[in-house]
């Protein structure tokens, strides 16, 4: 049995290699890998997850490969779960969802495709983080991952900026977005740069356990760099400040620090000729009036889409700007819908004890919602890594105060 299930596999691998659908291939080629994981453990399954998460290029249609790890993961931790995640996880997602369907019945939004997806990502991917990073332990492994994983990406936009310059040819691996601008193992630069910069701060957590994370953390600098993100740039910045405050180690030897790094981290990304970001800020690089032209257009046609229908939104488009976005897409529903799911975020971090660990998901969660004014993106599953990271610390939180309640009181 097992080997006709061998041959089969690799009958359907070969047949869907031979008519271009790689990912495919690529899918039945790791059942077997996949099976011997669903035996041994979810938490391996949704860890390959977090690792693919950056991978948006790497999908067939909404569904990336990240999916079919946290899914069969999720399912798999499910029969484990002992505590639910908080209900503005849950709630918030279906007010959005609620107000996409209300305009498409009444006729004032012709597609909720895009709040449908959105409402995934933000219910599914913090629920099996949460019942995935349930230790401090399981969370510094699901960190790991993540910038792993963040690291890879940027190392492939980056063999493909050097394969330009030695003349190589590595387009099978990853088209670059333009000559000057890299997409990685991502479907956009801008998704590649802010999640290389929101991966700064997993890396400065996991850095004070083991200093080889120094190399992850450069990789992920080279990569905002080579994205030619100018939100990734300055998010990468931020992000590092925000650790910085939130951990309380925000002072004058660390900014001296601080400065210091930054230096090197230019001349790296000078060095490796990815410093297309710093141009694109400085506004020298090639296409950058266009951009901002474009953007403003966009963003002015988002607005007068909320103007029109501001309880329930047309339908989402993406305007660079995640709030934006949420106006135009679902109005005022929409809005209070995203304000109650950022509330409980904040509730959820400030029930949580700032370890390295669960500082770097506070950090992330806030440079998301920071960098989010910018950043076009609004239903990718990593920007929602952070909040299941700050819920698995809650939850790990409130069973413990549980276990305390119910332990016997000793006579002195």
């Known amino acids: 049995m097992t080997y006709l299930l061998a041959v089969g596999l690799a009958a359907i691998t070969g047949l869907a290699i031979s008519f271009g659908f790689e990912l495919i291939a690529l899918a039945v080629a790791l059942v077997p890998l996949a099976l011997r994981l669903w035996r041994t453990s979810g938490h391996v399954l949704v860890g390959l997850g977090t690792f693919a998460m950056t991978f948006t290029g790497l999908a067939v249609g909404p ?117 000057y601008r890299f997409t990685g193992l991502s479907a956009h630069p801008n998704q590649l740069g802010i999640a290389c910069a929101l991966a700064i701060p997993l890396v400065m957590a996991l850095y004070g356990r083991n200093r080889c994370w120094a190399l992850a953390g450069a990789l992920c600098v080279i990569g905002v760099g080579a994205s030619g993100s100018r939100t990734g740039l300055l998010a990468a910045g931020v992000g590092v400040i925000v650790y910085l405050r939130v951990t309380r180690r925000l002072g004058a030897r660390s900014l001296t620090r601080l400065i210091v790094a930054a230096a090197a981290c230019l001349a790296l990304l000078a060095a490796v000729g990815a410093d297309v970001s710093i141009d694109r800020l ?101 920007l929602f890594f952070g909040v299941g990271m700050v819920v698995a610390a809650a939850l790990e939180q409130r069973r413990r105060r549980a276990s305390l309640r119910r332990l016997p009181v000793s006579l002195p």
């Open 63 to 179: 569904v990336t490969l990240a999916d079919v790890f946290l899914v069969a993961g999720g399912i798999h931790l499910l029969l484990l779960a002992r505590v639910m995640p908080p209900f503005w996880v849950v709630v918030a997602p279906a007010v959005v969802l609620f107000s996409a369907l209300l305009g498409h019945i009444v006729g004032t939004t012709s597609s909720f495709g895009g709040a449908v997806r959105m409402a995934i990502a933000m219910a599914y991917v913090p629920t099996v983080i949460s019942w995935a990073g349930t230790t401090i332990t399981r969370r510094r492994s699901l960190a790991s991952w993540f910038v792993l994983g963040a690291a890879a990406n940027a190392t492939v936009a980056l063999l493909v900026r050097l394969g330009g310059v030695v003349g190589l040819s590595l387009a099978s691996i990853a088209p670059s977005f333009n000559r």
């Open 282 to 382: 400085l506004g020298e690089a090639p296409q950058v009036s266009e951009a901002n032209q474009e953007r403003a257009a966009v963003a002015s046609d988002a607005w007068g889409d909320f103007l029109t229908s501001p309880l329930i939104g047309v339908g989402y488009e993406g305007a660079h700007n995640l709030y934006l976005t949420l106006a135009q897409g679902g109005g005022i529903l929409a809005l209070a819908a995203f304000t109650l799911y950022a509330k409980g975020c904040r509730s959820a971090w400030r029930q949580v004890p700032l370890t390295p660990v669960d500082a770097a998901g506070v950090s992330f969660v806030v440079l998301w919602l920071v960098a989010s004014v910018t950043h076009n993106g609004y239903y990718d599953r990593f």
